[in-house]
């Protein structure tokens, strides 16, 4: 009785501690962040996880709040979709609090292509249009999870895996979605691969991929 009891216990611990996953607590109200280039200390810039704090008595209400998230995105580009994010960079007091959000726009087409975060899990909200949303789960079973959202319709895309949006609809399509970190990371799967800098070898990536030299470098080229 009692190993079962301790069994039980070791694994609710176990679980508590593995639910425990995004950005670490803070251990203050707040962190509003600093800009990095003005941060000295003893003559020598500090980076640090995260970014330093700001003297609170010195915060003001504006570096709690960011303005413009009602301005469409410019989707006249390659992909047809602009995300605007309010991630540390553009809120300060994001920092230390592990959340912060984004807006998408999509012109008719337009994709926000396969990327992932490696910091943080994405829920999505369509705020107008259809949009096909889809992540690709780890290795072996590398399964697509996909589904046509519409006005209201919220999807969440777990931490780590490659995922987009495509709007499907016949008009513009605008989405809202938060994530869970104050800086998720942005890795877009295609750039990461054919837009390195330097490239990485035409020959490697042929052989990786099982395409022809030519066409990776046209792919290269692209990114
Ligand atoms: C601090 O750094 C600046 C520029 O890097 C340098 O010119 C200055 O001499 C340094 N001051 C001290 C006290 O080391
Ligand atoms: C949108 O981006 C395109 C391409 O960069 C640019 O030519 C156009 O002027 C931009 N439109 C607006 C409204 O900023």
Do not use: W
Not at 130 to 150: A, D, H, M
Not at 160 to 183: D, E, K, P, R
Not at 204 to 210: D, P, R, S
């Amino acid at each position: 009785m009692a190993a079962k009891v301790f069994f039980f216990c070791s694994l609710a611990l176990a679980i508590l501690c593995f639910a425990y996953a995004s950005d670490s607590s803070p251990l203050q109200d707040f962190c509003v962040a600093v800009p990095t280039a003005s941060v000295t200390l003893f003559n020598v810039s500090v980076t640090v996880n995260g970014l330093v704090c700001k003297d609170p008595k010195q915060v003001t209400a504006n570096d709690f709040s960011f303005s413009g998230l009602h301005i469409p995105g410019n989707t006249s580009n390659a992909v047809g979709s602009k995300v605007t994010p309010v991630f540390v960079n553009q809120l300060p007091a994001l920092n230390t609090l592990g959340i912060s959000m984004a807006r998408l726009d999509y012109a008719i087409s337009g994709i926000n292509p396969p990327h992932f975060h490696p910091r943080a899990t994405e829920i999505f909200m369509v705020l107008e249009g259809s949009i096909r949303v889809g992540f690709v789960t780890s290795n072996p079973e590398n399964r697509l999870i996909t589904k046509v959202l519409n006005k209201g319709d919220v999807f969440v895309f777990p931490v780590g895996l490659a995922h987009f949006q495509q709007n499907v609809g016949t008009g513009n399509a605008v989405a809202i979605a938060g994530l869970s970190s104050q800086n998720p990371g942005v890795i877009t799967v295609a750039n990461a691969v054919f837009g390195s800098k330097p490239d990485i070898a035409p020959d490697a990536l042929a052989k990786a991929f099982q395409l022809d030299k030519n066409i990776v470098s046209q792919l290269q080229a692209k990114f």
